[in-house]
Antibody, heavy 121, light 108 residues
Framework: QVQLQESGPGLVKPSETLSLTCTVS????????WSWIRQPPGKRLEWIGC???????NYKPSLKSRVTISVETSKNQFSLRLSSVTAADTAVYYC???????????????WGQGTLVTVSS | SSELTQDPAVSVALGQTVRITCQGD??????ASWYQQKPGQAPVLVMY???HRPSGIADRFSGSTSGSTASLTITGAQAEDEADYYC???????????FGGGTKLTVL
């Protein structure tokens, strides 16, 4: 059974960089699109971006200038860095395993439990 | 960019059938996926590629698309189906993943 677990600070100061790591267990990190998805309190899910096991990335256009997602296959981990954070970046951050569907849409079959990151001084 | 629009809330009597809809131009080109999210929990994939159920998802869940509307139907809703449901698909531009605003399903 594939399991994902997020780790990282729960509190980040405004203007600083948010850093999270997702550890994947019970399966290989190969051939999937490892994604970060967030959900501000009471709001909809928002895809941030993904990394393929080869290191190729794809980001949400409106966040692209602030986001870096990387993968470390030897550790079965992938990571998120979001720079210049503001209060609007406060959210539950999920890591998820992504697949490409029949029409090149992405869907997510395994999710971490989520971690709340609060941006506040 | 393409947006996906869902009704904020829907209710259904126990054992009855309910359809949760998601509207967006994306569905004229791309399939929908659906997620169930219960309070304090991560989303769970319940439907992908329009009408494919992951292993372990009850067969009372089904999916369909008509024009610009994707639907998730629960036939014989159970108390445990009470949750928020989110649709997702691909944007027609360079934004590969978009989510709907979610529908809160209440089972009466």
């Amino acid at each position: 059974q594939v399991q994902l677990q997020e780790s990282g600070p729960g509190l980040v100061k405004p203007s600083e960089t948010l850093s999270l790591t997702c550890t994947v267990s019970g399966g290989s990190i190969g051939s999937y699109y490892w994604s970060w998805i967030r959900q501000p309190p009471g709001k909809r899910l928002e895809w941030i971006g993904c990394v393929y096991y080869t290191g190729s990335t794809n980001y949400k256009p409106s966040l692209k200038s602030r986001v870096t997602i990387s993968v470390e296959t030897s550790k079965n981990q992938f990571s998120l860095r979001l720079s210049s954070v503001t209060a609007a970046d406060t959210a539950v951050y999920y890591c998820a395993r992504g697949l490409v569907g029949a029409t090149r849409d992405y869907y997510f079959d395994y999710w971490g439990q989520g971690t709340l990151v609060t941006v506040s001084s | 960019s393409s947006e996906l629009t869902q009704d904020p809330a829907v209710s259904v009597a126990l054992g009855q059938t309910v359809r949760i809809t998601c509207q967006g131009d994306s569905f004229r080109t791309y399939y929908a996926s659906w997620y169930q999210q219960k309070p304090g929990q991560a989303p769970v994939l319940v439907m992908y590629d329009k009408n494919h159920r992951p292993s372990g998802i009850a067969d009372r869940f089904s999916g369909s698309t008509s024009g610009s509307t994707a639907s998730l139907t629960i036939t014989g809703a159970q108390a445990e189906d009470e949750a928020d449901y989110y649709c997702n698909s691909r944007d027609s531009s360079d934004n590969p993943v978009v989510f709907g605003g979610g529908t809160k399903l209440t089972v009466l």
